[in-house]
């Protein structure tokens, strides 16, 4: 297949190692991926603070980028974002309509039918759960929001991580629960986002795992600075990296202290109160999703769709 690959603004800008990972997984398990490098936004931001005028040219740019998925020049669009391939199939052609860009519309639904978050394209796609991964580490994961509710991916990616040679994968509990991002949510809610948050880390915690995975570094990066701050030496990483993790290329953040010691047990945080500051002298705290420098996203996104 030849796949263009829809990296995602918040990706390309802070966490490229997903794209990148995305981009070699699919190119061991013998596919093409292109980088489109007109993409940029899909609006998603917009549309969800209101901005639905504003949004449209946004839209409009992103659907022109990746129409050439309709003319057979790709196969298959894949976004590693549950809540951006969300906002493609749901909200696009809505907000188009909405504004009287009825043709933009239709063209907006055609390219979404075309368009997989990356559990989507392995499993459903391309049918397969056993990509060849290889991750010796301790993961619990966390289904985003998006993934779970928006676009329905149900248990996909658990199929893929239970395949994975090495891994020790732990149930979270309340998986299902939001950690509280919500994009702007967590800027207008700040203290209901960071109660949530510390909820979420408290379970993570209490797993023992060391790797926290989700398909969404929006809502990595939340939970992974609540678990930076309070000194848990849990680090975070996207599903895209543990697929595209082997033997001969294996993922490794700045600073592993997983499987060692026992992640510090963070308590439930009374309703309402928000989440306390790191602990003078608390151990090291986990690498900041975006400033590992693993093996496997040796090269920019754009480098890694040549």
């Given at each position: 297949?030849?796949?263009?690959?829809?990296a995602?603004c918040?990706?390309?800008?802070?966490?490229?190692?997903a794209?990148?990972?995305?981009?070699?997984?699919?190119?061991?398990?013998?596919?093409?991926?292109?980088?489109?490098?007109?993409?940029?936004?899909?609006?998603?931001?917009?549309?969800?603070?209101?901005?639905?005028?504003?949004?449209?040219?946004?839209?409009?740019?992103?659907?022109?980028?990746?129409?050439?998925?309709l003319?057979?020049?790709?196969?298959?669009v894949?976004?590693?974002?549950?809540?951006?391939?969300?906002?493609?199939?749901?909200?696009?052609?809505?907000v188009?309509r909405?504004?009287?860009?009825?043709r933009?519309?239709?063209?907006?639904?055609?390219?979404?039918?075309?368009?997989?978050?990356?559990?989507?394209?392995?499993?459903?796609?391309?049918?397969?759960?056993?990509?060849?991964?290889?991750?010796?580490?301790?993961?619990?994961?966390h289904?985003?929001?998006?993934?779970?509710?928006?676009?329905?991916?149900?248990?996909?990616?658990?199929?893929l991580?239970?395949?994975?040679?090495?891994?020790?994968?732990?149930?979270?509990?309340?998986?299902?629960?939001?950690c509280?991002?919500?994009?702007?949510?967590?800027?207008?809610?700040?203290?209901?986002?960071?109660?949530?948050?510390?909820?979420?880390?408290?379970?993570?915690?209490s797993?023992?795992?060391?790797v926290?995975?989700?398909?969404?570094?929006?809502?990595l990066?939340?939970?992974?600075?609540?678990?930076?701050r309070?000194?848990?030496?849990?680090?975070?990483?996207?599903?895209a990296?543990?697929?595209?993790?082997t033997?001969?290329e294996?993922?490794?953040?700045?600073?592993?202290?997983?499987?060692?010691?026992?992640?510090?047990?963070?308590?439930?945080?009374?309703?309402?109160?928000?989440?306390?500051?790191?602990?003078?002298?608390?151990?090291?705290?986990?690498?900041?999703?975006?400033?590992?420098?693993?093996?496997?996203?040796?090269?920019?996104?754009?480098?890694?769709?040549?």
């Open positions: 297949m030849r796949v263009a690959l829809f995602t918040i990706n390309e800008a802070m966490f490229p190692q794209p990148a990972a995305t981009a070699r997984l699919l190119e061991r398990l013998g596919h093409e991926v292109v980088f489109p490098e007109a993409q940029a936004c899909c609006g998603q931001m917009h549309v969800n603070t209101g901005y639905f005028r504003e949004a449209v040219p946004v839209i409009r740019n992103h659907v022109r980028a990746f129409e050439p998925v003319d057979g020049e790709w196969d298959a894949v976004g590693p974002s549950g809540s951006c391939v969300g906002s493609v199939r749901h909200q696009q052609a809505m188009a909405r504004e009287g860009e009825d933009l519309a239709r063209d907006a639904e055609l390219v979404a039918a075309r368009t997989y978050e990356l559990s989507e394209l392995l499993v459903d796609v391309l049918g397969l759960t056993d990509v060849g991964a290889w991750f010796p580490h301790s993961v619990t994961y289904p985003t929001c998006h993934s779970l509710r928006m676009i329905k991916v149900g248990d996909k990616p658990l199929r991580l239970r395949a994975v040679e090495g891994i020790d994968l732990v149930d979270l509990p309340e998986a299902e629960a939001c509280g991002f919500g994009g702007t949510f967590s800027l207008k809610n700040s203290e209901t986002s960071a109660a949530m948050v510390h909820e979420k880390v408290r379970h993570v915690v797993t023992g795992a060391g926290l995975v989700a398909g969404d570094y929006s809502c990066m939340n939970m992974a600075g609540s678990l930076s309070q000194g848990t030496g849990v680090h975070a990483a996207h599903l990296e543990v697929l595209a993790s033997r001969a294996p993922w490794s953040p700045t600073v592993l202290a997983v499987d060692r010691t026992p992640a510090t047990a963070v308590p439930a945080a009374p309703p309402g109160a928000a989440v306390p500051a790191a602990r003078p002298g608390a151990a090291v705290p986990a690498a900041r999703p975006g400033t590992a420098a693993p093996p496997i996203s040796p090269r920019t996104t754009a480098e890694a769709g040549r």
